[in-house]
């Protein structure tokens, strides 16, 4: 027992014993940094700052060991993140008080104009032999630059850069039925008006801009739609595409009015920058930064009480680009 | 010990000189000096913990079917990218975070830019010589703004996807090229093909980083060897450079910050829940949520996305300019242009060619710094159009009120911000005049009374 | 001594429980034989004035008359059921100060024999929808979390904290009490939307609300979840709580010369 005391006591003066003062190994050499007075002090608050550290990390692995922990994020979190923080403490504290901290002179750098000039003239020295330098200088540009633009041609495969046809195709045609996100047809019926459902073109892929629709039912006295679309909406049934036409987001907000003397009239709205489109009218903006109308899907009501489409958008669907009023939806 | 590894070293890389030069180069002293290189240490984060996060995700949009441990999502059709993200988060011990301090990071690196940036601006840091190094920041804060749009929509959450659809707009809307452009980064029309997802991985683990690194080793060697601008004051002249030697006294102190950096990120790694992406859920096409919002680093754009009115420009029919042009593409050039055009433009209005390696205070320089603070009242007032709907919800101010509001904002403020920026200025060299007088008729008045 | 200190006590919460509903009509001397005809007292009294006698409705601004002056204007109630009679007076949604407004949840001003007896009353005017009686426990919380996000996370936001809709809010759902998100989903209340059995099956229903349930206290691991209002307010607390602490490590490190 006494042993390990002993033991103990050794390697306790080992480790926190004082070095004396100025022993140089060298003996009377110049210093090129100068000395400072030790601080006693502060080096048993950074010896107890990095043995914090320690403990934190230990902390560490041992809650990433125990599954137990209940919010293993935090504990993980605030262990490694403690024994960062503590590091940092004793650096900040050693930079503080034990290095001194020296004012030194320097100099900025100027430019060297001479060395600049002797970098161009070895270049043009080295030009001695050239007799037709602007053949060789014409040749050189044009051989880089053709080759240049052959090795950024592969670039093209990225996609159908010089084809916009498929900008504008989308998986409706006439007949094709609408279904509800579990594929079912969704009946005429049981659309009501304040009501709204999002539908996609049967048999076709859903994650495409030109797939998902929005289906309310409007009064039809109260529809006011262009007169190219009479019969787009039997029933007053409105089908539009749930893309807005401003930035690609999908229109998830229907502004359906319970009483409609005090409140605003019914609106597919967009959550992303409000873009407001006024279905009655057949999309047509009327609030927010939208630049076209929102394309709408005519509608035909079939033998078994189903929706169906009956043509195609009445114009390309998501957002605009160049000449886009220019394309048909196909 | 440490003299055996010095002459070890040196007997095979014959660097010990540039060693020397190394420990005993010069810092000059002040706080804001450090701001760059606290976004030094958040990308050494990234890096990291990017390369951990790496180790575990699924780059692929195949559509897969939840059958993991998170109820709520039981059953949900969703891509293999989100899924490998929601193990990352749910399953992976330490997963969550390391997916939070890489988030964490991400934001606090490009804000620690943002502060470098407008220290560099409002003290004429850019001038002659250090133009190229101003250039090379400037990319890396435009480059760093990309990675970090590109990193968090690879999640491909229904909030991120949102967001992808927003950038697709923006890039449609450029003139003449944008669906082109758009076709060749997606492979086709949103949501694109499925190697748009390997895009995205690639450039934003390999292609991105390996740029971001060798512009900031570019940046970090113009700054050395150019050697850091100082305040004036004592010794600081053009020509002489006061400071502190790199080893022993500048060392600890950004070793020390460093840490502290590495800390406050893994703190909020573990301690404050960001991007819940579980709770989100999967994003797709026909699905949307209300109060979604970019990054914050984004956010500057939504605002703008927002205040435009709607419309498009056609010229006979022809639709020439799409609405997100404004504010998506036009907006930022502005002021990236500005920041890019600022030394160029001020050497020329100020006629000012000489090289400086003394800083202005702000008020040294009343134009610079009304036309910098002019220029940061625009964006911030834009940024904060795009909360609008926010304060309706808490404070009740009508939306389409504070949207007219905003937009009148938009020109009124930066002019108004000019004009008192220019007048503080002003005020305040009138003022260190005065005081400079005051002690030289003191110092007079003392002599005077020893003679 | 004990005895009067217990008669007093008795009587201050007698006077609790009434004082609430001083402040609205009907607290009537007379006590009516029916609930129907309880509710019909108290309807003329506060309802009326927008409702219309007999709850027909008024559909344009009528004359100022009634409690609080004001210039009535409301739908007509035959046929609401008692289902929305229930929804509008336990939310506080109704009565309404201004029509113009947006009904939002308020304190239920009327004591909860007033509540039962308007809504038998509303209930009498027609024949209308019942009070739902939803099943949470039956729902799945993973259909739910699909069919919310698809049906009522535009307006209401992914994890129901509620949002912005062009000129009114979509109210948080943690206060919504299963009944009452059953109500409003049939309803459709104000600007909102409404979704029949057509659309959303009772069962679906009932996995929805289970959602809505679970959004109340969702898995929020991973730290302090700063409202669950995702990039705005982490970006505030990337700038004000480690930017502000990083900056002040710099002012601690930086200034190091005399």
């Given at each position: 027992m006494?042993?390990?005391?002993?033991?103990?006591?050794?390697?306790?003066?080992?480790?926190?014993?004082?070095?004396?003062?100025?022993?140089?190994?060298?003996?009377?050499?110049?210093?090129?940094?100068?000395?400072?007075?030790?601080?006693?002090r502060a080096e048993l608050v950074v010896a107890a700052l990095l043995l914090l550290a320690a403990l934190s990390a230990a902390a560490f692995i041992a809650v990433y060991a125990i599954d137990r922990i209940p919010d293993q994020t935090q504990f993980l979190g605030l262990s490694l993140g403690l024994a960062f923080a503590f590091i940092a403490a004793a650096l900040i504290v050693t930079g503080r008080n034990l290095v001194v901290t020296e004012e030194l002179d320097g100099e900025y750098a100027d430019p060297q104009p001479d060395e600049a000039e002797k970098l161009v003239q070895i270049v043009e020295e080295s030009g001695s032999r050239l007799s037709r330098r602007r053949l060789l200088g014409g040749s050189a540009a044009v051989a880089g630059g053709a080759l240049g633009l052959a090795l950024l041609v592969p670039a093209v495969s990225l996609g159908p850069v010089f084809d916009l046809e498929p900008f504008t195709r989308t998986p409706w045609h006439r007949g094709r039925r609408l279904v509800g996100d579990d594929g079912r047809p969704i009946a005429a019926a049981a659309i009501h008006q304040l009501e709204f459902a999002t539908a996609f073109p049967e048999h076709a892929d859903p994650e495409q801009l030109g797939a998902p629709v929005v289906v309310i039912r409007l009064a039809p006295s109260a529809l006011h739609l262009p007169p190219d679309r009479r019969g787009w909406a039997p029933e007053g049934i409105l089908a539009f595409s749930k893309i807005c036409t401003h930035a690609g987001c999908a229109i998830a907000l229907y502004?359906?009015?319970?009483?409609?003397?005090?409140?605003?009239?019914?609106?597919?709205?967009?959550?992303?920058?409000?873009?407001?489109?006024?279905?009655?009218?057949?999309?047509?903006?009327?609030?927010?930064p939208a630049g076209r109308p929102l394309p709408q899907l005519p509608l035909e009501i079939d033998a078994d009480g189903n929706l169906r489409a009956a043509g195609n958008f009445s114009g390309p669907v998501g957002p605009s680009w160049w000449g886009v009023r220019d394309r048909k939806a196909t | 010990m440490f003299e055996k590894t010095a002459r070890s070293l040196d007997d095979h890389t014959h660097t010990a000189p540039f060693g020397i030069a190394a420990l005993r180069y010069i810092f000059p002293d002040h706080w804001s000096f450090l701001l760059g290189e606290i976004a030094l240490y958040a990308f050494i984060v990234l890096l990291g913990t990017g390369t951990y996060l790496a180790l575990f995700f699924d780059p692929s949009t195949a559509p897969t079917v939840y059958h993991g441990s998170y109820a709520p999502l039981q059953g949900a059709h969703m891509s293999q990218a989100?899924?490998?993200?929601?193990?990352?988060?749910?399953?992976?011990?330490a997963g969550l975070l390391m997916r939070q301090t890489h988030h964490w990071a991400a934001d606090v690196f490009i804000a620690a830019i943002a502060l470098h940036l407008m220290r560099v601006v409002f003290t004429g840091a850019f001038r002659r010589p250090r133009q190229l190094t101003y250039y090379v920041g400037l990319s890396i804060l435009m480059l760093a703004l990309l990675e970090g749009y590109i990193g968090y929509s690879m999640v491909d959450d229904l909030l991120s996807g949102m967001g992808l659809a927003i950038g697709y707009?923006?890039?449609?809307?450029?003139?003449?090229?944008?669906?082109?452009?758009?076709?060749?980064?997606?492979?086709?029309?949103?949501?694109?093909?499925?190697?748009?997802?390997?895009?995205?991985?690639?450039?934003?683990?390999?292609?991105?980083?390996?740029?971001?690194?060798?512009?900031?080793?570019?940046?970090?060697?113009?700054?050395?060897?150019?050697?850091?601008?100082?305040?004036?004051?004592?010794?600081?002249?053009?020509?002489?450079?006061?400071?502190?030697?790199?080893?022993?006294?500048?060392?600890?102190?950004?070793l020390g910050l460093m840490f502290a950096v590495f800390a406050a990120l893994f703190l909020l790694g573990g301690l404050v829940q960001i991007n819940p992406i579980w709770l989100w859920g999967p994003y797709h096409v026909a699905d949307g949520t209300n109060g979604a919002q970019p990054d914050w680093y984004l956010g500057w754009l939504i605002g703008a996305l927002r205040l435009m009115p709607g419309f498009d420009i056609t010229i006979a029919g022809r639709t020439v300019i799409p609405n997100p042009f404004w504010g998506g593409?036009?907006?930022?050039?502005?002021?990236?242009?500005?920041?890019?055009?600022?030394?160029?433009?001020?050497?020329?209005?100020s006629g000012d060619r000489k090289p400086h390696n003394l800083l202005d205070r702000p008020r040294d320089a009343p134009w610079r710094t009304?036309?910098?603070?002019?220029?940061?009242?625009?964006?911030?007032?834009?940024?904060?159009?795009?909360?609008?709907?926010?304060?309706?919800?808490?404070?009740?101010?009508?939306?389409?009120?504070?949207?007219?509001?905003?937009?009148?904002?938009?020109?009124?403020?930066?002019?108004?911000?000019?004009?008192?920026?220019?007048?503080?200025?002003?005020?305040?060299?009138?003022?260190?005049?005065?005081?400079?007088?005051?002690?030289?008729?003191?110092?007079?008045?003392?002599?005077?009374?020893?003679? | 001594m004990i005895r009067l200190v217990l008669l007093a006590l008795a009587g201050l919460l007698a006077l609790a429980i009434v004082a609430p509903v001083s402040s609205v009509q009907g607290q009537a001397q007379d006590q009516p034989a029916s609930l129907v005809g309880l509710g019909a007292q108290v309807f003329a009294e506060n309802c009326s004035a927008c409702h219309g006698v007999n709850g027909g409705g008024k559909q344009s601004?009528?004359?100022?008359?009634?409690?609080?002056?004001?210039?009535?204007?409301?739908?007509?109630?035959?046929?609401?059921?008692?289902?929305?009679?229930?929804?509008?007076?336990?939310?506080?949604?109704?009565?309404?100060?201004?029509?113009?407004?947006?009904?939002?949840?308020?304190?239920?001003?009327?004591?909860?024999?007033?509540?039962?007896?308007?809504?038998?009353?509303?209930?009498?005017l027609g024949p209308g929808p019942p009070i739902p009686r939803p099943q949470p426990a039956q729902g799945s919380v993973s259909a739910g979390m699909q069919l919310f996000t698809d049906h009522c996370a535009g307006c209401h936001q992914v994890t129901a904290e509620g949002g912005y809709v062009p000129d009114s809010v979509a109210p948080p759902l943690a206060p919504d009490s299963p009944t009452q998100i059953a109500e409003a989903v049939r309803i459709g209340p104000n600007l909102m939307p409404r979704f029949s059995r057509s659309l959303l099956s009772d069962r679906e229903l009932n996995s929805v609300i289970a959602y809505v349930q679970y959004t109340d206290s969702p898995d929020d691991r991973g730290g302090w979840s700063l409202g669950r209002l995702g990039p705005v307010p982490e970006g505030l607390v990337a700038w004000f709580v480690a930017g502000v602490v990083l900056v002040g490590i710099t002012l601690t490190v930086g200034r190091r010369l005399a």
């Amino acid at each position: 027992m006494r042993r390990l005391g002993r033991w103990i006591v050794a390697v306790a003066v080992w480790l926190f014993a004082r070095r004396g003062e100025g022993r140089d190994r060298r003996g009377d050499r110049e210093r090129i940094v100068p000395a400072g007075p030790p601080a006693p002090r502060a080096e048993l608050v950074v010896a107890a700052l990095l043995l914090l550290a320690a403990l934190s990390a230990a902390a560490f692995i041992a809650v990433y060991a125990i599954d137990r922990i209940p919010d293993q994020t935090q504990f993980l979190g605030l262990s490694l993140g403690l024994a960062f923080a503590f590091i940092a403490a004793a650096l900040i504290v050693t930079g503080r008080n034990l290095v001194v901290t020296e004012e030194l002179d320097g100099e900025y750098a100027d430019p060297q104009p001479d060395e600049a000039e002797k970098l161009v003239q070895i270049v043009e020295e080295s030009g001695s032999r050239l007799s037709r330098r602007r053949l060789l200088g014409g040749s050189a540009a044009v051989a880089g630059g053709a080759l240049g633009l052959a090795l950024l041609v592969p670039a093209v495969s990225l996609g159908p850069v010089f084809d916009l046809e498929p900008f504008t195709r989308t998986p409706w045609h006439r007949g094709r039925r609408l279904v509800g996100d579990d594929g079912r047809p969704i009946a005429a019926a049981a659309i009501h008006q304040l009501e709204f459902a999002t539908a996609f073109p049967e048999h076709a892929d859903p994650e495409q801009l030109g797939a998902p629709v929005v289906v309310i039912r409007l009064a039809p006295s109260a529809l006011h739609l262009p007169p190219d679309r009479r019969g787009w909406a039997p029933e007053g049934i409105l089908a539009f595409s749930k893309i807005c036409t401003h930035a690609g987001c999908a229109i998830a907000l229907y502004r359906a009015p319970l009483f409609q003397p005090v409140e605003k009239p019914p609106a597919l709205v967009c959550p992303c920058h409000y873009s407001t489109f006024d279905p009655a009218t057949g999309g047509t903006v009327v609030f927010g930064p939208a630049g076209r109308p929102l394309p709408q899907l005519p509608l035909e009501i079939d033998a078994d009480g189903n929706l169906r489409a009956a043509g195609n958008f009445s114009g390309p669907v998501g957002p605009s680009w160049w000449g886009v009023r220019d394309r048909k939806a196909t | 010990m440490f003299e055996k590894t010095a002459r070890s070293l040196d007997d095979h890389t014959h660097t010990a000189p540039f060693g020397i030069a190394a420990l005993r180069y010069i810092f000059p002293d002040h706080w804001s000096f450090l701001l760059g290189e606290i976004a030094l240490y958040a990308f050494i984060v990234l890096l990291g913990t990017g390369t951990y996060l790496a180790l575990f995700f699924d780059p692929s949009t195949a559509p897969t079917v939840y059958h993991g441990s998170y109820a709520p999502l039981q059953g949900a059709h969703m891509s293999q990218a989100y899924r490998s993200a929601l193990n990352i988060s749910l399953q992976v011990k330490a997963g969550l975070l390391m997916r939070q301090t890489h988030h964490w990071a991400a934001d606090v690196f490009i804000a620690a830019i943002a502060l470098h940036l407008m220290r560099v601006v409002f003290t004429g840091a850019f001038r002659r010589p250090r133009q190229l190094t101003y250039y090379v920041g400037l990319s890396i804060l435009m480059l760093a703004l990309l990675e970090g749009y590109i990193g968090y929509s690879m999640v491909d959450d229904l909030l991120s996807g949102m967001g992808l659809a927003i950038g697709y707009g923006v890039a449609l809307s450029i003139p003449v090229i944008g669906a082109n452009f758009a076709a060749l980064i997606w492979g086709g029309p949103f949501p694109g093909t499925p190697e748009f997802w390997s895009r995205m991985y690639i450039a934003h683990v390999f292609i991105l980083p390996a740029i971001l690194a060798t512009l900031i080793g570019i940046h970090l060697f113009l700054v050395a060897s150019l050697h850091h601008t100082q305040f004036r004051g004592g010794r600081a002249t053009e020509k002489r450079l006061v400071g502190v030697p790199a080893f022993p006294g500048q060392a600890p102190r950004s070793l020390g910050l460093m840490f502290a950096v590495f800390a406050a990120l893994f703190l909020l790694g573990g301690l404050v829940q960001i991007n819940p992406i579980w709770l989100w859920g999967p994003y797709h096409v026909a699905d949307g949520t209300n109060g979604a919002q970019p990054d914050w680093y984004l956010g500057w754009l939504i605002g703008a996305l927002r205040l435009m009115p709607g419309f498009d420009i056609t010229i006979a029919g022809r639709t020439v300019i799409p609405n997100p042009f404004w504010g998506g593409v036009l907006f930022p050039t502005i002021v990236f242009g500005s920041l890019a055009l600022w030394p160029t433009v001020e050497r020329i209005l100020s006629g000012d060619r000489k090289p400086h390696n003394l800083l202005d205070r702000p008020r040294d320089a009343p134009w610079r710094t009304a036309f910098a603070t002019a220029l940061l009242t625009w964006v911030f007032v834009i940024f904060l159009a795009g909360s609008a709907d926010r304060a309706y919800v808490i404070l009740g101010w009508s939306y389409e009120t504070q949207i007219e509001v905003y937009r009148v904002l938009v020109f009124v403020a930066p002019v108004v911000a000019f004009w008192l920026a220019h007048r503080i200025c002003v005020e305040l060299l009138a003022n260190d005049r005065i005081a400079e007088r005051r002690h030289q008729a003191e110092a007079e008045a003392r002599a005077a009374e020893h003679g | 001594m004990i005895r009067l200190v217990l008669l007093a006590l008795a009587g201050l919460l007698a006077l609790a429980i009434v004082a609430p509903v001083s402040s609205v009509q009907g607290q009537a001397q007379d006590q009516p034989a029916s609930l129907v005809g309880l509710g019909a007292q108290v309807f003329a009294e506060n309802c009326s004035a927008c409702h219309g006698v007999n709850g027909g409705g008024k559909q344009s601004p009528g004359p100022v008359n009634g409690v609080g002056d004001q210039a009535g204007f409301g739908p007509s109630l035959h046929g609401v059921g008692a289902q929305a009679a229930d929804f509008y007076l336990r939310t506080g949604y109704m009565p309404l100060q201004n029509p113009y407004d947006q009904p939002r949840r308020s304190r239920v001003l009327f004591s909860p024999r007033q509540v039962r007896a308007l809504i038998a009353y509303v209930a009498s005017l027609g024949p209308g929808p019942p009070i739902p009686r939803p099943q949470p426990a039956q729902g799945s919380v993973s259909a739910g979390m699909q069919l919310f996000t698809d049906h009522c996370a535009g307006c209401h936001q992914v994890t129901a904290e509620g949002g912005y809709v062009p000129d009114s809010v979509a109210p948080p759902l943690a206060p919504d009490s299963p009944t009452q998100i059953a109500e409003a989903v049939r309803i459709g209340p104000n600007l909102m939307p409404r979704f029949s059995r057509s659309l959303l099956s009772d069962r679906e229903l009932n996995s929805v609300i289970a959602y809505v349930q679970y959004t109340d206290s969702p898995d929020d691991r991973g730290g302090w979840s700063l409202g669950r209002l995702g990039p705005v307010p982490e970006g505030l607390v990337a700038w004000f709580v480690a930017g502000v602490v990083l900056v002040g490590i710099t002012l601690t490190v930086g200034r190091r010369l005399a």
